[in-house]
């Protein structure tokens, strides 16, 4: 597998501790083939190719000493409650048999069978109680509900109660159109329906609420660096007025999976501080060549100092995580 190497400057060459990574179980896989348009392709994109051989000879490459596994898109429910449970559940084994074999190089944050609420409960517990999950994975919305449904309220008390991180995957909206038209919903929908679900949680409440769970925000907040100011001025127009918005944008994590420099990172620095900045690879989705090139942009860029190298590369997420 052809890689580029990543050599990042002598004060900031501690091991990289990669929070965005991910993983296809066989049963995913057969789930994304049986379920033909719907789920053959990763909404657009053909499913990229995984292997635990091809992902541990990646961060080798890359100096990525630890990784920590999630469910990408599609999420685990395809219109079937009992397929879902089901799904979910060799997701989370087929994840945690990974950890178990490689204790210090992976870590797991496990997948729920949203939109189903029962049995998510049951999953919580086996995964934290059974798999040693560090955290759960929730999809940006699950069959059109979106995570501020009043529904989904049990769930967030359970993860709140155990001080849950809690890491957001983006998902196809529950849109019928997707912008730009015949696109892949990665190139820019993805990013919408990020920023549409944080600002939906933030400004119903959702966060504060929750004050424990530990959120982490994919691809460098999506949209949210250039939106803090609008909310902010049109909060009278809000529902609950009394959320300090940007107390609550600046509590969360984000990670720096894709295309995080200059700009992501610019925007992030501004609305929260470089302690809740995370480096995220997204492979296998990412290829590894560019990776590697962005690793190098972080690694080189002059918006950083070196200590803040040291802590998004690594130093933040162990901490997050210990």
């Known amino acids: 597998m052809a890689v580029m190497s990543f050599n990042p400057t002598v004060e900031a060459r501690s091991k990289v501790i990669d929070i965005h990574a991910h993983y296809l179980s066989d049963g995913y896989r057969k789930a994304l083939l049986r379920h033909g348009s719907i789920g053959s392709e990763s909404d657009g994109l053909p499913a990229p190719k995984w292997s635990l051989d091809a992902h541990l000879e990646m961060m080798s490459n890359l100096n990525i000493e630890r990784a920590f596994l999630s469910l990408a898109s599609p999420h685990s429910y395809f219109g079937d409650d009992q397929e879902s449970v089901e799904l979910t559940r060799e997701i989370n084994e087929y994840g945690a048999d990974i950890v178990k074999k490689y204790p210090q190089r992976f870590g797991l944050f496990a997948t729920l069978p949203l939109p189903t609420v029962e049995q ?21 919305n699950a069959d059109g509900v979106y995570l501020t449904d009043e529904r989904f309220a049990p769930i967030f008390d359970a993860l709140n109660r155990r001080r849950s991180i809690v890491v957001l995957h983006p998902v196809r909206p529950a849109v019928d159109a997707i912008v730009p038209r015949n696109t892949p919903t990665a190139v820019v929908d993805y990013l919408v329906e990020t920023t549409r679900t944080v600002t939906d949680m933030i400004i119903n409440g959702l966060t504060s609420r929750y004050p424990d769970i530990r959120w982490i925000i994919p691809h460098g907040g999506a949209l949210l660096p250039s939106l803090v100011d ?6 009278p127009l809000l529902p609950d007025k009394s959320v300090d918005i940007r107390a609550e944008f600046s509590k969360l994590y ?51 100092s070196d200590n803040q190298r040291r802590k998004i590369f690594a130093d933040n997420a162990k901490e997050l995580i210990a």
């Open 120 to 140: 998510s409960l049951i999953e919580i517990e086996y995964a934290f109680d059974r798999l040693n999950a560090v955290g759960i994975k929730l999809p940006t």
């Open 254 to 304: 984000y990670d720096l999976a894709g295309f995080a420099v200059p700009n992501q990172l610019l925007g992030l620095l501004r609305m929260t501080t470089v302690e809740h900045i995370l480096y995220g690879s997204d492979y296998p989705y990412a290829f590894p060549t560019f990776i590697g090139g962005e690793m190098q942009k972080i690694s080189s860029t002059e918006i950083l």
């Open 230 to 235: 609008r909310l902010v001025g049109m909060k």
